[in-house]
């Protein structure tokens, strides 16, 4: 799923020379076809948070590390709801653009919401190093495995 996000958030020209040639009317067959793998990729994601939610809510979250302080732990599950909340409404978001040009869905997802992502995917990377110096517990096998 991760590699996934992220060839749609750097592989984006595609759907983005799309919307400008629809602008301009003058679509190529080759820009349909890179706007829709950007489109089905975005719809594989929906479908893989819909089966992550599920299993989530069947089997739980792994514990938090007993290490964490609190505040940080808070912190940790404040960010998992937006990575979940992040991976439905990029795929809504995008198809309302793509299939009912709702501009301003349109806006959202290449946007704040795209944006608001990345800050995440940044945060949650740094706080591999975080958890591994500064209290000595290895997260990336929870990261990586669920475990």
């Avoid at 799309?18 to 349909?32: C, F, K, L, Y």
């Avoid at 089905?40 to 479908?47: D, E």
């Avoid at 089966?51 to 290490?67: I, T, W």
Wanted: proline share 7%; glycine share 6%.
């Amino acid at each position: 799923m991760a590699l996934l996000i992220f060839f749609n958030l750097i592989v984006s020209d595609g759907i983005e020379e799309w919307d400008r040639a629809m602008d301009n009317g003058s679509v190529t067959p080759e820009q349909i076809a890179s706007a829709n793998i950007h489109a089905y990729v975005g719809f594989a994601i929906l479908g893989l948070a819909l089966v992550r939610l599920l299993l989530r809510l069947l089997q739980g979250a792994p514990d938090a590390p007993p290490e964490e302080p609190p505040a940080f732990q808070r912190a940790a599950k404040l960010a998992h709801g937006a990575f979940y909340l992040l991976f439905f409404a990029m795929p809504v978001l995008g198809a309302l653009k793509y299939y009912a040009d709702v501009d301003v869905a349109g806006f959202l997802h290449a946007g704040p919401v795209k944006l608001v992502l990345w800050i995440l995917i940044v945060v949650h990377i740094a706080a591999v190093p975080v958890h591994r110096i500064l209290w000595k517990s290895n997260i990336m096998p929870r990261m990586t495995t669920g475990r």
